[in-house]
């Protein structure tokens, strides 16, 4: 069963490293480049981002790293780079020729930026918060129960 809005999972979904710099700049230049506002956001360390996940049917360990929901579609590290890029159109959907390279290999790089993208860019101490006009594009968060028993609104990363 899908646990995602109906409105939302017609949309490809980009989950992020919420409280990581580099791939939250990464989120505002998907944004800047997805003319056709097709993308879908939320953070990895959210909520929303877990029943996304659950959602695609997704068991086994993820990695700390972009993950692509698309359809019935789950893609990861450079993969999911790549089919971000592809989604994007002329010129970043030339990104798919790189699919020519072994995944070991891409993988290999993507892990290398990945294990030091918090030295070279920094990370914040919360989530990114969407600004209003990129509100919309991101994943509701589901209502939580708090301990006291009254409903709020979930909270980010």
């Known amino acids: 069963m899908n646990d995602m809005p109906a409105d939302q999972s017609a949309h490809p979904v980009v989950l992020f490293d919420g409280v990581c710099n580099f791939c939250s700049a990464g989120v505002r230049w998907i944004v800047a480049r997805d003319r056709r506002?097709?993308?879908r956001f939320a953070s990895l360390q959210s909520r929303a981002a877990q029943l996304a996940i659950?959602?695609?049917?997704v068991r086994a360990p993820l990695p700390d790293s972009v993950i692509l929901i698309d359809?019935?579609?789950?893609?990861m590290r450079s993969a999911a780079a790549i089919g971000i890029a592809?989604?994007?159109?002329f010129p970043?959907?030339?990104a798919a020729m790189a699919m020519i390279v072994p995944g070991g290999i891409r993988d290999g790089l993507y892990a290398w930026v990945a294990r030091n993208r918090y030295r070279w860019f920094g990370k914040q101490e919360s989530c990114m918060l969407p600004t209003a006009g990129l509100a919309a594009r991101f994943l509701p968060e589901p209502l939580a129960v708090a301990d006291t028993g009254a409903v709020s609104p979930g909270q980010h990363g």
């Open 37 to 39: 506002a097709q993308f």
């Open 54 to 57: 659950a959602a695609a049917g």
């Open 71 to 75: 359809g019935d579609r789950v893609l």
């Open 86 to 89: 592809k989604k994007l159109g």
């Open 92 to 94: 970043w959907s030339l």
